[in-house]
T-cell receptor, first 113, second 114 residues
Framework: DGGITQSPKYLFRKEGQNVTLSCEQN?????MYWYRQDPGQGLRLIYY???????QKGDIAEGYSVSREKKESFPLTVTSAQKNPTAFYLC????????????FGSGTRLTVV | GDSVTQMEGPVTLSEEAFLTINCTYT??????LFWYVQYPGEGLQLLLK?????DKGSNKGFEATYRKETTSFHLEKGSVQVSDSAVYFC?????????????FGKGTHLIIQP
């Protein structure tokens, strides 16, 4: 079955370290997204990519970086510049036409210790 | 810009009660509207959608009607079950231009008691 795989499900990081969250999709979707979810704040867009080798900042891109070298992969790096990185991170993808439903991965919970 | 407002939770109901979760939106043009559901520790799953005014989306006993005149997309279910306990998100994608994904409400935590 097609879907989005995020790994790992739980991740612990020491302060000052960079960490990379994996996101892979086999849906042949053109667009991919990263969201951050915090209690009581819903989902906020970090970065998105509509095509390979191109990506755009979302609402809260500071302290994060991404790459899109392959259509099926969109890894997110949480850098040491991110002031409050503990959160639940969700990767998503959608076909070229945005009116179609967006598909989400199962998420990665990042905790800074 | 676009925005989605949904009722704050938690909403606590008894099993077999009638459910309404309100959602209103602000957008230019004619957005597509969605309801997503999130079970504990998981990602979001598309529950239903509507792409034009007066469309009714439905799935698993849930329904929502796209009301352009009131800019609303309220989620309803006639008889809820304990297994419906989850967080529900209303979302939209703008009608034209741009491609920055969905705009979400803050989510409504639904708790169904047996």
């Amino acid at each position: 079955d097609g879907g989005i795989t995020q790994s790992p499900k739980y991740l612990f990081r020491k302060e000052g370290q960079n960490v990379t969250l994996s996101c892979e999709q086999n849906l042949n979707h053109d667009a991919m997204y990263w969201y951050r979810q915090d209690p009581g704040q819903g989902l906020r867009l970090i970065y998105y990519s509509q095509i390979v080798n191109d990506f755009q900042k979302g609402d809260i891109a500071e302290g994060y970086s991404v790459s899109r070298e392959k259509k099926e992969s969109f890894p997110l790096t949480v850098t040491s510049a991110q002031k409050n990185p503990t959160a639940f991170y969700l990767c998503a993808s959608s076909p070229g036409q945005r009116r179609s439903g967006t598909t989400f991965g199962s998420g990665t919970r990042l905790t800074v210790v | 810009g676009d925005s989605v407002t949904q009722m704050e939770g938690p909403v606590t109901l008894s099993e077999e009660a009638f459910l309404t979760i309100n959602c209103t939106y602000t957008a230019t043009g004619y957005p597509s509207l969605f309801w997503y559901v999130q079970y504990p520790g998981e990602g979001l799953q598309l529950l239903l959608k509507a792409t034009k005014a007066d469309d009714k989306g439905s799935n698993k006993g849930f329904e929502a009607t796209y009301r352009k005149e009131t800019t609303s997309f309220h989620l309803e279910k006639g008889s809820v079950q304990v297994s419906d306990s989850a967080v529900y998100f209303c979302a939209l994608t703008e009608a034209g231009g741009g491609a920055d994904g969905l705009t979400f409400g803050k989510g409504t935590h639904l708790i169904i008691q047996p």
